[in-house]
């Protein structure tokens, strides 16, 4: 029973990261791989305001949102002067750039050790310290950001970022300020991602930069192209197939020491054969061409 | 120096869109020796054009002779080397293309440029000026405002797709549509615009003859309406049927300029143009 809570908890905190890539990957066309440095941002803000300031959970991840809208800037400024392959490698080395800052700044992050004894979220001495009570946390949030990103894409803004992912030029011509548009997303994205790591932080109780690598990254990006992007059903069918997938294999008995290789394979395989038979993700609209 | 006055321009944006609406001048837009060069390559050459309003001006000349450049010189893709471009008499050379299409210059773009993968009726509404929706903030807490502006659009817009009679594609997406429905769905989008004035890039060009007259039709009464049009077209009985006046370019340079019949009767048009 734990076990299944714990995917679903899992499961939430993968939709969190999954729906607001998507604003970006999905809605805006821009190929983000620098998501896990957002929620990485958001789990180390968190965790450190809770550790060393003693700062209430509630009160420490909007605090960890707005310094990750910030530090999104830091790609978002980049993407408007980069296309294409050039973007995703300024993404990437943001990513990179990120990883390195939490694994060798030791004396503010913890280095390679991380940070342990994150305490868990208490509300008005009510303490979220069981997994039934962590899911229904967790389901309230993963709540709250599907509904402020359902708001905002299928707003007139949603539209402009859609109109900027098929024609930027055209976007531009019509007097929409394309900048602007690209950074805003940029921010809510970013944003919301550090909510998923607050999350993270306050259920683990314990950090370290090995949950926000590039890696991880890669991940997010997989869970949106096999799901589908431009929509928001696709992250969220993308993030219940591939949290799902993996234990699944744990039943076919394979044997641990391989069991880590023969999923990376799975998840390879898998986004090779959606490029061929669905390009558009499982419940996707958009293309990536 | 242009920038310097493009600056001053920004502050005057609000004046300038009020007095826009009491200036009944003639003459809308007006480009006075507008240079520009590519790595040595001149495209446009000391170029002086003027615009006026309710009219259809047409612009010819043989591939290459800087149509499309002087296009992209007034929408703000490019900015001119030299030489000033003037908008209801303010300066707008070096504003961005955002800002230029905000104060109400319009292009079809040769390509079309259609959002394939949305709507008709959603890529007619991203034209629509006035939208509160599209600040993410008002989207989220004061809905109320984003929706009732919303219907207005939708209602402008819906009205734009039917004047060119594409009313029963509403909702099919645009990559959906045929070359000249799509043509005619671009046309639907600048006029959802509110754009003073439209430069259009070969709107007739790939479509089908019986096509050509919708869209023909469809330019004819925009400029009824008062739209300034300025059109480049390669058919030269398309010109000679809708435009008021044609300047003929030829190597980036304005080499004469009249009524359609004069121009298109010139012999050194005749010659550049079609070899005889």
Not at chain 2, 230 to 259: L, P
Request: net charge positive; hydrophobic share 45%.
């Amino acid at each position: 029973m734990n076990y299944v809570l714990h995917l679903l908890i899992m499961i939430c905190i993968y939709s969190i990261l999954s729906l607001s890539l998507n604003l970006l990957v999905g809605y805006t066309g821009l190929l983000s791989l620098c998501h896990a440095a957002f929620y990485g941002i958001g789990a180390y803000v968190s965790a450190l305001l809770m550790t060393k300031l003693g700062l209430n959970f509630f009160l420490a991840l909007p605090v960890s949102v707005i310094i990750s809208m910030l530090l999104s800037l830091l790609v978002a400024y980049p993407s408007l002067r980069f296309k294409g392959d050039y973007f995703i490698l300024t993404a990437l080395s943001f990513q990179i750039i990120i990883f390195s800052v939490l694994h060798n700044c030791a004396g503010f992050t913890g280095g390679p050790y991380g940070i342990p004894g994150i305490p868990k979220p208490h509300l008005f001495g009510f303490e979220f310290n069981s997994l039934p009570l962590f899911l229904l946390l967790s389901v309230i949030l993963a709540s709250l950001v599907f509904f402020v990103i359902y708001r905002i894409s299928s707003s007139p803004f949603g539209r402009v970022l859609k109109a900027i992912r098929e024609d930027e030029l055209a976007t531009l011509a019509l007097g929409k300020k394309v900048a602007g548009f690209k950074i805003q997303a940029f921010m809510i994205s970013g944003g919301i991602a550090a909510i998923a790591g607050g999350l993270y932080a306050g259920y683990i109780t314990y950090i370290d930069p090995t949950s926000f690598t590039l890696d991880e990254s890669i991940f997010i990006l997989a869970i949106i192209l096999v799901g589908g992007s431009g929509n928001i059903k696709g992250p969220i069918v993308g993030t219940v197939f591939m949290i799902i997938l993996p234990e699944i294999l744990k039943f076919l008995g394979i044997p641990d020491t391989i069991a880590p290789n023969v999923r990376q394979m799975i998840y390879g395989a898998l986004l090779v054969l959606m490029m061929f038979i669905r390009q558009q993700g499982i419940a996707g609209e958009y293309k990536f061409e | 120096m242009n920038i310097s006055l493009s600056k001053q321009n920004n502050k005057k944006e609000k004046q300038l869109d009020t007095t826009s609406k009491d200036s009944r001048k003639s003459c809308i837009l007006e480009l006075k020796d507008v240079t520009k060069r590519f790595d040595g390559l001149i495209a446009v050459e000391n170029a002086s054009l003027v615009f006026s309003k309710g009219k259809i001006t047409g612009l010819i000349g043989p591939n290459g002779a800087g149509k499309t450049t002087l296009f992209n010189l007034i929408t703000g893709f490019l900015k001119p080397d030299t030489g000033t471009i003037c908008f209801n008499n303010y300066t707008i050379d070096g504003l961005p293309p955002w800002r230029i299409a905000q104060l109400g210059i319009g292009k079809l773009f040769q390509d079309v440029r259609i959002f394939h993968k949305l709507t008709v009726l959603e890529n007619v509404l991203l034209a629509r000026k006035e939208q509160p929706g599209e600040k993410p903030f008002i989207s989220l807490f004061r809905r109320r405002r984003a929706i009732d502006v919303e219907k207005m659009n939708i209602d402008e817009a819906r009205n734009w797709i039917k004047f060119v009679e594409l009313g029963e594609r509403e909702d099919s997406l645009a990559e959906d549509l045929s070359y000249g429905q799509q043509k005619l769905l671009v046309i639907a989008r600048l006029l959802a615009g509110g754009f003073e004035v439209l430069l259009l890039d070969e709107p007739t060009a790939g479509v089908n003859p019986r096509m050509i007259k919708s869209v023909l039709d469809v330019i004819k009464r925009m400029a009824q309406a008062g739209k300034t049009l300025v059109v480049i077209e390669h058919n030269m009985s398309v010109i000679a049927e809708i435009s008021d006046w044609v300047y003929f370019m030829d190597d980036g340079k304005v080499i004469t300029f009249g009524k359609p019949q004069e121009i298109l009767e010139d012999p050194e048009v005749r010659k550049a143009y079609l070899g005889v």
